[in-house]
């Protein structure tokens, strides 16, 4: 159960951080677009 379960880690843990990293920088340029949108709205530059 153990080593099948370390393996499972090993195997699905690169995938998983891959996906956290595009996913973080998904949230990141969603975020600084919105708030670019939301000051050029209201007259900030």
């Known amino acids: 159960m153990v080593i ?3 393996d499972w880690v090993k195997t699905a843990l ?3 951080l891959l996906f956290l990293l595009l996913f ?3 949230v ?3 975020i600084r677009w ?3 949108g939301w000051r050029e709205a ?3 530059h």
């Open 14 to 16: 690169p995938i998983n």
């Open 34 to 36: 919105y708030v670019k």
């Open 42 to 44: 209201r007259g900030y």
């Open 4 to 6: 099948y379960f370390g």
């Open 24 to 26: 973080v920088q998904l």
């Open 28 to 30: 990141y340029v969603g």
